[in-house]
């Protein structure tokens, strides 16, 4: 129960933060890009054996268990998107 509340309670911080950084979004020209554009994973490497695919602009695994990793480094960055999950799922962002 205490794990369920945990999840619960991640979940709707992010949300809140997900939705306060959406609104203050920088303009592409001020030093920003996007790590994800929604149609290719060339920038990641694949760590485990999960079967990551690409479908409308979204990645996802149904199968097998593992990571996403960006192939560069970043410092002073804020990352911003969102994360869908059934109830027994024990995965996020991280």
């Given at each position: 129960?205490?794990?369920?509340?945990?999840?619960?309670?991640?979940?709707?911080?992010?949300?809140?933060?997900?939705?306060?950084?959406?609104?203050?979004?920088?303009?592409?020209?001020?030093?920003?890009?996007?790590?994800?554009?929604?149609?290719?994973?060339?920038?990641?490497?694949?760590?485990?054996?999960?079967?990551?695919?690409?479908?409308?602009g979204v990645v996802q695994?149904?199968?097998?268990?593992?990571?996403?990793?960006?192939?560069?480094a970043y410092v002073n960055?804020?990352?911003?998107?969102?994360?869908?999950?059934?109830?027994?799922?024990?995965?996020?962002?991280?």
């Open positions: 129960m205490k794990r369920l509340f945990a999840i619960a309670a991640a979940v709707l911080f992010g949300y809140k933060l997900y939705d306060r950084v959406r609104r203050k979004a920088p303009a592409a020209d001020a030093g920003w890009f996007t790590l994800f554009d929604g149609t290719s994973l060339v920038d990641w490497e694949q760590e485990g054996n999960a079967n990551w695919t690409l479908g409308n695994a149904d199968t097998g268990s593992g990571y996403l990793v960006s192939r560069n960055f804020e990352l911003r998107g969102e994360f869908w999950a059934e109830e027994n799922t024990n995965s996020g962002i991280l």
